[in-house]
């Protein structure tokens, strides 16, 4: 089978894709274990793997864009090209989530967690679990997995729902929970939304695989 030039091109940025999101699994993973177990140090080496996340985003922006310009691709390519940019500013996206995750967990310091963290580490081992499998609907053009996967987000959403009530009801038990009360309400919407970029990544793997851009509630 002859390979074109297109083929190789677009080979090349489906795998700086999956490489980002490796590293976007990697940093959600560390994020969120470095809070668990107060690992100031491994919090801040969180900002230096986002900066190899937007080192590829930045690549693949400027080759889908030297790509579409260039080489004027068919339109089977032409789709293929454009999800691939655009899954990479939703990885930029869930790199930037790990850091704000990151920055709560520097704030908090050393402080005891006023409610244990059971809730946050079970957002993060789903959304963690979406990635691998988005990876893999990528990898195989499966579009079936990648719907699969999107529904997902409805089981990071009702985890988001118990870390919000666990948060208010230790900030009504105590008035000096507020502030950490507060932090932790972020870090789980900001899980949350991370959940919500995976879906977006699934819906545009089915847009590169079917032509079909559909909404997954």
Not at 35 to 54: A, G, R
Not at 83 to 108: F, H, Q, S
Not at 161 to 181: R, T, W
């Amino acid at each position: 089978m002859n390979i074109s030039n297109m083929d190789l091109n677009i080979n090349k940025l489906t795998d700086l894709t999956l490489q980002m999101m490796d590293k976007c699994e990697n940093i959600v993973i560390k994020s969120v274990d470095a809070m668990v177990s107060k690992d100031i140090e491994q919090s801040k080496e969180i900002l230096i793997l986002d900066n190899e996340i937007d080192d590829l985003r930045s690549y693949i922006r400027d080759k889908s864009i030297e790509l579409i310009a260039l080489k004027q691709p068919l339109a089977t390519d032409l789709r293929i090209i454009h999800a691939l940019g655009v899954i990479a500013i939703e990885l930029e996206r869930v790199g930037d989530y790990a850091v704000n995750i990151a920055m709560e967990t520097i704030k908090i310091g050393s402080d005891e967690y006023v409610e244990k963290l059971i809730d946050i580490p079970k957002m993060k081992d789903v959304c963690v679990s979406m990635l691998k499998n988005a990876k893999v609907a990528l990898m195989e053009n499966d579009e079936k997995l990648a719907y699969k996967t999107a529904l997902q987000d409805d089981i990071v959403d009702e985890l988001y729902n118990d870390v919000y009530v666990d948060a208010l009801g230790a900030m009504h038990k105590n008035s000096d929970n507020i502030n950490q009360g507060v932090k932790l309400l972020f870090v789980g919407r900001y899980l949350e939304r991370i959940g919500d970029h995976i879906t977006n990544i699934c819906e545009l793997v089915i847009y590169a695989i079917k032509g079909e851009m559909i909404e997954i509630d």
